[in-house]
């Protein structure tokens, strides 16, 4: 499945259990409140506090099943199980990776293809990546990669991503 469906499904979803959660809310609060009627002149607040939560509570797994029955529920959870899962989220801008797209993979880092640096941003800030011996580029470390990649057809601006 496309990013695209994937996003379309993700909306979906995210909209359909936003309308659950307000039927959900109102009627948690409407039993809260025909709850508080009925206790409120024979006991304690802490009594009417604890009894308002159970209710509250109760009317939430009753919507709860309501919303797993539902076939608007059932389809969107459908899509988005269909639309698969992404490998990770770029820690840039939180846009969803799927496999077979380009993207960075840093050392604590994951980046999508907009977000990974260039080579000229390697050489510009050379030690936040790292050599072959695992410690920080050097300057001189980081230009030989570049050469390399320009000497292979590549130009200096190009990411660094994996294809």
């Not at 496309?2 to 409407?30: H, P, Y």
């Not at 099943?65 to 820690?91: K, S, Y």
């Amino acid at each position: 499945m496309s990013k695209e469906a994937w996003k379309a499904a993700k909306a979906n979803f995210e909209a359909v259990g936003e309308k659950f959660e307000g039927l959900c809310n109102k009627a948690m609060d409407d039993a809260g409140a025909e709850r508080v009627a009925e206790l409120r002149d024979d006991f304690g607040a802490a009594y009417v506090a604890r009894e308002v939560y159970t209710a509250m509570n109760a009317e939430r797994a009753k919507q709860a099943a309501r919303r797993d029955d539902d076939p608007e529920w059932i389809e969107a959870a459908t899509r988005m199980d269909e639309a698969g899962e992404p490998l990770f989220h770029c820690e840039g801008c939180m846009e969803p990776i799927f496999e077979g797209e380009a993207y960075h993979a840093g050392e604590d880092v994951g980046l999508c293809a907009n977000c990974a640096p260039s080579y000229a941003d390697m050489i510009a800030s050379h030690e936040n990546f790292r050599g072959e011996n695992d410690e920080p580029m050097t300057v001189e470390e980081a230009k030989a990669v570049a050469d390399a990649h320009v000497a292979a057809g590549g130009s200096i601006d190009d990411k660094m991503v994996t294809p």
